[in-house]
């Protein structure tokens, strides 16, 4: 596929992708315009751990792209106890937002990535809806009975479900392969991601309903060791990368120049 195509291709992958996302905004707004008033700091919370949930990233090198994975579906966790369906969703697109202006981001990225996360919001808040997570006045403990947390957990699972297809998409038609190419390998690395920000988002909501201040505490400790797992696993990388450059120069070395 010719550069020209790829990049057109690519603009038809962010369109739809922008498609879906705009859709889920306008529902999240009408419903939000039904839905009770809810306290400031709920908002500023559920849209702050959004920021710093994407802020804090791990980025892996697969081939020639780098994938970065965040704490999402923590952010996602938290959402569904503090705000109704459709201000969370309007919530977690104002973090995305946020984040795409601390970073500078070029403009189609942050349309895609707020686009991405509008769409995953929005099928996180209706697959939750039937366990009605969300409480007019939040009582942690009370959360935590056995259909809520069984929903509420499998409900989040779309969010990275979601994002594979999505960003697969982009990456395939940036080089002209098929759109589905390299699903299985993407979901199983989001999988294990998943499974980490569920248990880190059910920590969290654990401490809150014990003490405000062991809930900082556990979340500082969690995001150094993501930090530190993230330092380990680009140095592990950088070697990896500098192992197989040299057993291509020594490969080199031995090939005959009439051959």
């Known amino acids: 596929m010719s550069v020209t195509h790829a990049t057109r291709a690519v603009r038809r992958v962010v369109a739809t992708v922008a498609l879906f996302g705009a859709a889920s905004v306008v529902i999240a707004a009408t419903l939000a315009t039904t839905e009770p008033a809810t306290a400031a700091w709920r908002w500023i919370l559920a849209a702050a751990f959004t920021v710093v949930g994407d802020l ?7 081939g020639g792209s780098r994938q970065s994975h965040n ?20 919530a977690m697109v104002g973090g995305e937002v946020a984040t795409m202006l601390i970073r500078r981001q070029p403009l189609r990225k942050a349309v895609f990535n707020s686009s991405l ?20 006045h939040p009582h ?15 409900a ?13 998409g982009v990456v395939a038609a940036e080089r002209g392969r098929e759109i589905l190419s390299g699903v299985s390998d993407s979901f199983l690395t989001a999988l294990v991601v998943w499974i980490r920000n569920v248990v880190a988002g059910w920590v969290i909501m654990a401490t809150m309903a014990w003490s405000p201040l062991a809930t900082a505490a556990i979340g500082v400790a969690l ?3 993501h930090f530190f797992s993230a330092d380990r696993i680009a140095i592990k990388q950088e070697r990896f990368a500098w192992h197989r450059l040299q057993e291509a120069i020594d490969q080199l070395r031995d090939v005959e120049l009439d051959d």
């Open 223 to 225: 995001f150094g060791l």
């Open 117 to 136: 996360v509008a769409t995953e919001s929005m099928l996180v808040v209706s697959l939750a809806s039937a366990a009605h997570v969300y409480r007019d």
């Open 140 to 154: 942690w403990a009370a959360v935590f009975d056995a259909r809520t947390i069984l929903i509420a957990t499998a």
């Open 156 to 168: 989040t699972l779309a969010a990275p479900v979601c994002a594979v297809f999505l960003t697969t």
């Open 71 to 90: 704490w999402r579906e923590s952010a996602l966790l938290l959402g569904l106890v503090l705000l109704p369906p459709g201000q969370l969703v309007l």
């Open 56 to 62: 804090a990233l791990a980025g892996m090198r697969r």
